[in-house]
């Protein structure tokens, strides 16, 4: 339900949920930890090609959830990544897969903290890539703190890149993905108390923790404020894919996305944006 105020205590409450849900994520078939451990590439065709090529080059990741997608940007070359996130166990996790796919910290650090707080906790005070994807920024209250965050973090020279859910699906039933029936432009906030996790939604796992908090961020809003931090917008693309069952409409598709049924007009799912910073 939308709630005009974040109750009170809605951070640590996210963190608590997000803390108990690691565990679950790890076993789970939808993270696939032992396929990738055994080397799957969790990241979308899409990130792969916008990003381009990174070998050489350092990358942050915020809000990195176990470090799957964080660890893949080494794999695919990266010369030093750094995942953030403000789940311990989260990070904990992210820094024995690292371990387990012989990373050295010199070669792949993870820490603990907030997003916020990202230019006094990570190792470096500037990378050539800041990334950061799916199911990110909702979790922030505000969106210009967060862009102005990311882009100091952005070396001279480097960019910012951000995949993200299209803020666009929250305003549609969940059934059908076609009748509108939230606003898009609301400043409230979605407070859910929906046990288990959406890695495993029919298993019907019992949790406690099960309150959170999350803003919506009208893509006006992202774009304007990532201009607004000072870096220069490349692109802003929007993709007819996601990467879950967000509709009950949704079909999906033997590449892992999940898209509209071919005879039904399309929303945009997903976005992504990149963002430079000039060089020195
Ligand atoms: C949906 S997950 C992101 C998944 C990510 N795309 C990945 O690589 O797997 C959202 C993450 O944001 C983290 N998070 C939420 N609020 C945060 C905050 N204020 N500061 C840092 N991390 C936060 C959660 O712990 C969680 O790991």
């Known amino acids: 339900m939308y709630a005009s105020q974040p109750p009170e205590g809605w951070y640590e409450a996210n963190r608590a949920r997000w803390d108990e849900r690691v565990p679950l994520h790890a076993a789970s078939e939808f993270y696939g930890l032992a396929d990738f451990r055994a080397g799957k590439d969790p990241l979308r065709d899409f990130e792969l090609a916008e990003v381009g090529d990174v070998t050489g080059r350092s990358l942050l990741h915020l809000q990195c959830h176990m470090g799957q997608d964080t660890l893949s940007w080494a794999r695919h070359g990266a010369s030093r990544v750094v995942g953030l996130d403000f789940s311990e ?54 969106i210009d703190r967060w862009a102005e965050t990311a882009a100091a973090l952005v070396a001279p020279g480097g960019f910012l890149y951000l995949a993200e859910f299209h803020p666009l699906i929250d305003v549609f039933d969940d059934e059908t993905g076609s009748r509108v029936i939230n606003d898009y432009f609301t400043s409230d906030v979605w407070v859910d108390t929906t046990p288990g996790t959406y890695a495993d939604i029919d298993a019907g796992i019992e949790t406690v923790h099960n309150r959170s908090v ?14 607004k931090a000072g870096l220069r917008i490349e692109f802003l693309h929007e993709h007819d894919v996601t990467l879950n069952q967000r509709y009950g409409t949704l079909r999906r598709h ?14 945009p799912l997903m976005y992504s944006i990149k963002a430079s910073k000039p060089a020195a």
């Open 214 to 227: 999350e803003w919506q961020h009208p893509i006006g809003e992202v774009v304007t404020a990532i201009a």
């Open 254 to 267: 033997d590449d892992g996305y999940y898209r509209f049924p071919a005879d039904r007009p399309r929303i």
């Open 89 to 142: 166990p989260a990070v904990e996790t992210a820094r024995t897969l690292a371990a387990d796919l012989g990373l050295g910290p010199d070669r792949a650090a993870f820490v603990a903290a907030d997003a916020y707080d990202a230019a006094g906790a990570v190792p470096d005070s500037a990378y050539d890539i800041v990334y950061t994807g799916g199911g990110a920024l909702c979790w922030l209250p505000d």
